[in-house]
């Protein structure tokens, strides 16, 4: 066993390691307070929501920390062993070494690799889920989305990595900068098409339909200068329980599309609290200021992969032969980066965060300096959603990419 895969081992048990020492933490943090609601949350569950919050909280972590291991295992013996190299080697044979065949055999390992862990989607969606009256889907529709989603995976996935790969063959030792042009290129463009070609292929995307709320909505925007014909609506009851809202686009392509559960859930004067937050995000620049992080930071990516593919000892360590082209690395990129940007996702989150209390702080600017509309939105989407009212401090400083609820009260309530 070479250096590399021992440094790989190592790696995988550390980034384990610290995963369940946070969620240990998180655990007992919920135990020490699931007797009763604390103070600060008299007001926003009562004593039997919280105990339902609180054994949900409980379910995710027990499910959540056998996940952890279990990834963690099966990405050791799938990279470790050389059963990567195997199978890539093997679907290589089968579908050949031309830039669309070795785009097939990448997707198709991508595929392969990620079937161990379809027990846990089905167990989370159809027991966990289920179990707290979250899951709307039916086995049917599960189904039916795995294969819309690999079909429609084929269909982008495929003619990006053809383009990578030619790329890689018109430019050897440039490609990794004009590659990741071209990626971020198509990710730009699957921005606009999102809410226009793919969200609606899993969820019905309605207008808003006539009305006092529209009317209320749409003078929120006008008033913001987030000028809109139309709010979407997404049918997310057809699949969960939860409810959200969420901006999607950029530009002139730039839509906010509300779930019907949190319409159902929140008065008018809420909903338009919510919408301001949504709308926050655009006027403070948030997603330019992201997506410029997201430039420098995938640069950086395919930059490590140009200086990979030049080191025949990263091929041959994981059992791949070094004139085998950029395909093997792509590959191994996108199963081990995430060993060492989990490191660096605190980071993120940070910069996340701040922009959820800059959000916070304009939908309390466009609502008189009124905070309580947004903080009772707050209030019944953490009750409807069972989210957990006490994450240990460490837990969520790590993941959270939205401050939690009592952090974002207290800013909205001190202005």
Known sequence: MNWIIVAFLVLI??????????SGLNRKEVRANQDRVPEAYRDVVDDETYRKSVDYTLAKNALGKKELIYDAIMLALIVATGFLAWLYNTLT???????????????????????????FEWVNTFKLEAKFGFNKSTVGLWIKDKLMGLALGAALG???????LSIFNWLPNSWWFWGFIAFFALQLILM??????????????????????????LALGERTGFCAKTILVM????????????????????????????IEQLEPIELEAVLAHEIGHYKRGHIPKMLGIAFFAGLICFGVMGWLVQQDVFYTSFGFDPESG??????????????????????????????????????????????????????????KNLSNLTPHPTFSWFYYSHPNLREREAALRAG
């Open 235 to 262: 049918d997310g009851s057809k699949r969960s329980g939860h409810s959200n809202a969420f901006f999607t686009g950029f530009g002139k392509f730039r839509k906010i599309v509300l779930y019907d559960t949190l």
């Open 192 to 217: 606009v098409l999102a809410p226009r070609i793919i969200m609606p292929l899993f969820n019905k995307l309605t207008p808003m339909e006539e009305g006092p709320l529209r009317d209320r909505l």
């Open 158 to 164: 495929i003619p990006a990595l053809a383009l990578l």
């Open 93 to 119: 044979g089968a579908l050949g070494e031309g830039v669309w065949g070795q785009a097939v055999v990448m997707f198709a390992t991508l595929i392969i690799i990620s079937l161990p862990s379809l027990p």
């Open 326 to 383: 950029m395909a093997p690395v792509l590959l191994l990129f996108m199963l081990i980066s995430g060993l060492f940007t989990f490191w660096l996702s605190p980071l993120s989150n940070i910069m996340s965060r701040k922009h959820e209390y800059e959000a916070d702080a304009y939908a309390r600017e466009m609502m008189n300096n009124d905070p309580m509309p947004l903080v009772t939105s707050l209030h019944k989407m953490h009750e």
């Open 13 to 22: 048990i550390a980034k384990t390691a610290m995963e369940l020492r946070l």
